[in-house]
């Protein structure tokens, strides 16, 4: 196996993968060009935490990618492909899709400051990033390839000088929660939407 950083023209490929990796998430229903350009997004502003797991052929079988603290890649993607956004959301909500239904529910609820915390914790003290998306096709689970990807997003973080690495699961999402138990993560906050794990990184300033 063979892990490396990637290049603009491997987004298609961590598309792919992502699309056979996360059925029936939000972001998959939002069609494959969307999620294109949401990936190109935080490509753009930092393309050396991305990386991606070849086979012996060379194909891409998964990847990591996430981003730093005061990221702009979402809001970016947000105010960029608004009306594909707004477009393709509807479609999702007449077909009754739960996910685009969850999405909705939860920005109103935000907006109106009533969403509640089960366990709350304080902000991270210090340099953070995060680890958003890490996906490994299903004919290679069980090699202990998201494991190695998590390992090396980690190093990239710690060249960046980050002090911990965060990230969210979905609460029935068990094989990722007993990977991030497997890196070395524990639980700091949990809500309706998620569990939220960090880790601290041996930084040396």
């Known amino acids: 196996m063979k892990y490396r950083a990637i290049d603009e023209n491997d987004i298609n490929c961590i598309v792919k993968v992502h699309i056979q990796c996360f059925k029936g998430y ?15 997004e935080f490509y753009n502003e930092n393309p050396s935490l991305f990386i991606v797991a070849e086979n012996d052929d060379k194909e891409i079988i998964g990847f990591v990618m996430g981003m730093l603290e ?6 970016n993607f947000e105010k960029n492909y608004k009306t594909l956004l707004f477009t393709q959301l509807l479609k999702m909500c007449l077909k ?4 685009a239904w969850k999405r909705i529910i939860s920005r109103v609820k935000s907006k109106l400051s009533v969403r509640k915390t089960i366990t709350s914790a304080p902000e991270l003290p210090g340099k953070f990033g995060s680890l958003l998306s890490i996906a490994v096709l299903p004919e290679y689970s069980g090699q202990g390839i998201g494991f190695d990807l998590v390992m090396k ?21 068990e094989t990722a929660k007993k990977l991030y138990m497997k890196c070395g993560y524990e639980q700091y906050r949990h809500n309706p939407d998620g569990i939220s794990y960090k880790k601290t990184l041996g930084v040396t300033q």
């Open 96 to 99: 009754l899709d739960p996910g």
């Open 26 to 40: 939000f972001l998959t229903g939002l069609g494959e060009k969307l999620l294109y350009n949401y990936y190109r």
């Open 70 to 75: 005061n990221s702009q890649a979402r809001s």
């Open 153 to 173: 997003y980690e190093e990239l973080l710690v060249e960046c000088k980050c002090e911990y690495c965060r990230l969210s699961v979905q609460v029935n999402n």
